[in-house]
């Protein structure tokens, strides 16, 4: 499975992004997913996830009420939607594929990650 992100960019605070995953190779939509972000210095760390069919999600506490995590498993396609982007938002955005449908939290656990999409938002 090959996972690549794409949608990131500069954007100024208070404006909006989306990213998106697309997945190749021998796919599954049966498989849960998740939007990592990492920033120098720090640890790569979940910013959103969902399981298989999007009916458990996650989110971490900083970007709750702002993004929206969706998957079209027609398009093996998954989405981040960012709202009210802050400069503390700011990281190199991965995202992630598990071989498991129950939504996952730790990095660790994901077997397919995607290039990273570098997300710049301005004060």
């Known amino acids: 499975v090959q996972l690549q992100a794409s949608g990131g960019g500069l954007v100024q605070a208070g404006g909006s992004l989306r990213l998106s995953c697309a997945a190749s190779?021998?796919?599954?939509?049966?498989?849960?997913v998740g939007w990592f972000r990492q920033t120098p210095g720090k640890e790569r760390e979940l910013i959103s996830g969902s399981n298989w069919s999007g009916t458990a999600t996650h989110y971490v506490d900083s970007v709750k009420g702002r993004f929206t995590i969706s998957r079209d498993n027609a398009k093996s396609t998954v989405y981040l939607q960012m709202n009210s982007l802050k400069p503390e938002d700011t990281g190199l955005y991965y995202c992630?594929?598990?071989?498991?449908?129950?939504?996952?939290?730790?990095?660790?656990?994901?077997?397919?990650w995607g290039q990273g999409t570098q997300l710049t938002v301005s004060s």
């Open positions: 992630a594929a598990t071989k498991a449908p129950a939504l996952l939290l730790k990095a660790s656990l994901y077997d397919y």
């Open positions: 190779g021998r796919t599954s939509s049966r498989n849960a």
